[in-house]
């Protein structure tokens, strides 16, 4: 019990209470509707995150509901039945200590491009300079959600910052969970602007 007490440290608050407001953020922007998407956020002091629970909102994380789990998906912290999406999270985690904060959306004009099985192409500088590229990861087997190893596959690229889910999706990561939102906001913003931009090519 004393184990579990030293796990979950006491930065587990001040993260919560950091993500609320980041997903907040995230569905004020309609960037997830429902209780889709996921959001999770490192703490500080030890191998463990905070995320958000299966069938709760963004606009309903709170501290009573959302999980403390070790980088293998324990949970150290928390009654609700964890998401299916965590599995990819804190794999993320374990590939890539240099992220702090990972956000999953399923925000419409990035998720049209991901159901039509298309690359987004980043075609403004700003999108190319804060991304490179937005790379595919296909369906799982028949066609359901992602393997987890495939999207921590991807993300093994350190200069990897987002990606798309095929059928499904946007990931973001960043250093803050700020920075991770921001990326899933590009990603948004990003696939707009090149739908348009073939409307208007006439393609
Ligand atoms: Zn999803």
């Not at 608050?13 to 490192?42: D, H, W």
């Not at 501290?63 to 999406?85: A, C, F, M, R």
């Not at 973001?172 to 602007?193: D, M, N, R, S």
Request: proline share 4%; aromatic share 4%; charged share 20%.
């Amino acid at each position: 019990m004393q184990l579990q007490a030293v796990a979950v440290g006491s930065d587990a608050t001040a993260k919560m209470r950091e993500l609320m407001e980041v997903a907040q953020r995230s569905y004020q922007r309609g960037l997830q509707t429902g209780t889709g998407g996921n959001i999770s956020i490192r703490l500080g002091q030890q191998d463990a995150v905070v995320i958000k629970p299966s069938g709760v909102g963004f606009a309903e994380c709170a501290e009573d509901n959302l999980l403390v789990v070790d980088l293998h998906g324990t949970i150290l912290q928390g009654t609700h039945k964890p998401s299916k999406d965590m599995d990819f999270h804190v794999g993320i985690y374990r590939a890539r200590p240099d992220v702090q904060g990972i956000v999953h959306v399923h925000s419409p004009w990035a998720t049209a491009w991901a159901s039509a099985g298309r690359e987004i192409p980043t075609l403004t500088v700003h999108s190319r300079d804060k991304m490179g590229r937005i790379p595919v990861v296909p369906t799982g087997p028949g066609g359901g959600n992602q393997n987890p190893d495939d999207i921590v596959e991807v993300y093994r690229d350190e200069s990897r910052k987002a990606v798309l889910l095929e059928n499904h999706g946007s990931v973001g990561v960043g250093k803050t969970l700020l920075a991770a939102e921001q990326v899933v906001e590009l990603i948004e913003e990003t696939a707009q602007i090149a739908a348009v931009a073939e409307m208007l090519r006439g393609r």
